[in-house]
């Protein structure tokens, strides 16, 4: 049984950073493309990142490209959203996915397979 955690989530002042993690267990860890994605209150999950099994390749919405980074440990299977400059906008809840078929561009929520439990991110301004 595949099972994704993600931790790290709180408040934080517009300006300041916060790393996400997201622990897998079960399943094959390499085989996955890991994503973020994002879901603001009374709005659709939208998707923020993805990386590559290898972690050669990453791939952003435009909204955050140069704030945040996306990287994985295969070795702890685990996979990080470093978010720098965060502003207001950026709050929502954060989960990360994982996919055996997308590439690291696929936004759309039905391509990705596990789904962790989310973790609240509130940026004050």
């Known amino acids: 049984q595949v099972m994704l955690v993600e931790s790290g989530g709180g408040l934080v002042q517009a300006g300041g950073s916060l790393r996400l993690s997201c622990a897998a267990s079960?399943?094959?860890?390499?085989?996955?493309?890991m994503a973020w994605f994002r879901q603001a209150p009374g709005k659709e999950r939208e998707f923020v990142g993805a990386?590559?099994?290898?972690?050669?390749?990453?791939y952003y919405l435009d909204s955050v490209k140069g704030r945040f980074t996306i990287s994985r440990d295969n070795a702890k299977k685990t996979v990080y959203l470093q978010m720098n400059s965060l502003k207001a906008e950026d709050t929502a809840v954060y989960y990360c996915?994982?996919?055996?078929?997308?590439?690291?561009?696929?936004?759309?929520?039905?391509?990705?397979?596990?789904w962790g439990q989310g973790t609240q991110v509130t940026v004050s301004s």
């Open positions: 990386i590559s099994w290898s972690g050669g390749s990453t």
């Open positions: 996915a994982a996919s055996f078929i997308a590439t690291i561009e696929t936004r759309e929520t039905d391509e990705y397979d596990y």
């Open positions: 079960g399943g094959r860890f390499t085989n996955w493309v």
